[in-house]
């Protein structure tokens, strides 16, 4: 009789915590839902027009700047689906960084649900000013940030600085990185030249640095930057320290 009265008190426990009706999911869901509205376009990254593009740029880092353990940073990154996957494919601790709060909680909820917690941290900052200290990170990352970026040779500058004698910032206007998918490619480079023929408008500020990228540099005192190019859409600033 007692075992039969705890299986029925088991069960109906079980019931009451799968319930969609529990009032700490939906008050979860909830707060998920928010944060969601409150990052417009976060999807074309996570799962719609961009997505393809960032686990075969987290291998091409990987590859051509040997990432394996260490610290890297993501400048820009919104939800940075790309930290998410070098994270997922290195041993290395990652910092997203960007200026919209909204965008750091709701990768915090991506984070978790990837099984990263703690090894991708979002940070709240302004690529201006960084929160971090001198010689902190191997790697930093940042695409399509340093067009909207007021103080472009500022920016430049922390980034030097925060970067390890012997590190790696790879710094992008643009550009989809030479692994991803030729079809994938191809259509994103035909949305992309779309803003050049007037059939989209194009973002506010987004004419940028371009090849302008290694006047920056200059201007910020950084030596021996190069320029990496990718047909028609990409310009790559590489800084070595």
Same mark, same amino acid.
């Given at each position: 009789?007692?075992?039969?009265?705890? =299986?029925?008190?088991?069960?109906?426990?079980?019931?009451?915590?799968?319930?969609?009706?529990?009032?700490?999911?939906?008050?979860?869901?909830?707060? #998920?839902?928010?944060? *969601?509205? %409150?990052?417009?376009? !976060?999807?074309?990254?996570?799962?719609?027009?961009?997505?393809?593009?960032?686990? $075969?740029?987290? *291998? +091409?880092?990987?590859?051509?700047?040997?990432?394996?353990?260490?610290?890297?940073?993501?400048? /820009?990154?919104?939800?940075?689906?790309?930290?998410i996957?070098?994270?997922?494919?290195?041993?290395?601790?990652?910092?997203?960084?960007?200026?919209?709060?909204?965008?750091?909680? @709701?990768?915090?909820?991506?984070?978790? &649900?990837?099984? @990263?917690?703690?090894?991708?941290?979002? #940070?709240?900052?302004?690529?201006?000013?960084?929160?971090? %200290?001198?010689?902190?990170?191997?790697?930093?990352?940042?695409? /399509?940030?340093?067009?909207?970026?007021?103080?472009?040779?500022?920016?430049?500058?922390?980034t030097?600085?925060? @970067?390890?004698?012997?590190?790696? =910032?790879?710094?992008? !206007?643009?550009?989809?990185?030479?692994?991803?998918?030729? &079809?994938?490619?191809?259509?994103?480079?035909a949305? *992309?030249?779309?803003?050049?023929?007037?059939?989209?408008?194009? $973002?506010?500020?987004?004419?940028? $640095?371009? &090849?302008?990228?290694?006047?920056?540099?200059?201007?910020?005192?950084?030596?021996?930057? +190069?320029?990496?190019? &990718?047909?028609?859409? /990409?310009?790559?600033?590489?800084? *070595?320290?």
């Amino acid at each position: 009789m007692y075992r039969l009265l705890l =299986a029925r008190i088991l069960v109906a426990m079980a019931l009451i915590l799968l319930s969609p009706s529990d009032p700490i999911a939906e008050e979860s869901d909830g707060y #998920v839902a928010m944060l *969601r509205e %409150k990052v417009p376009g !976060h999807e074309r990254h996570t799962t719609g027009h961009f997505a393809p593009m960032w686990e $075969p740029m987290a *291998r +091409q880092m990987i590859e051509d700047y040997d990432l394996d353990a260490g610290v890297a940073l993501d400048i /820009g990154s919104s939800c940075s689906p790309f930290l998410i996957e070098l994270a997922k494919r290195t041993d290395m601790t990652a910092y997203a960084v960007d200026i919209d709060s909204w965008a750091m909680r @709701l990768l915090g909820v991506m984070v978790d &649900e990837a099984e @990263l917690t703690g090894r991708v941290i979002p #940070v709240e900052g302004d690529w201006q000013d960084l929160p971090f %200290k001198d010689d902190f990170a191997d790697f930093i990352f940042s695409r /399509g940030t340093i067009p909207f970026v007021p103080d472009q040779v500022q920016a430049l500058r922390e980034t030097y600085r925060v @970067l390890k004698p012997g590190g790696v =910032a790879f710094i992008g !206007h643009g550009g989809f990185g030479r692994l991803l998918d030729p &079809e994938d490619r191809d259509r994103l480079v035909a949305w *992309r030249l779309a803003w050049d023929t007037g059939e989209r408008a194009r $973002p506010e500020g987004w004419d940028g $640095p371009k &090849e302008g990228l290694l006047d920056l540099a200059e201007e910020a005192g950084i030596p021996d930057a +190069q320029l990496l190019t &990718e047909p028609e859409v /990409g310009w790559w600033l590489e800084i *070595r320290k």
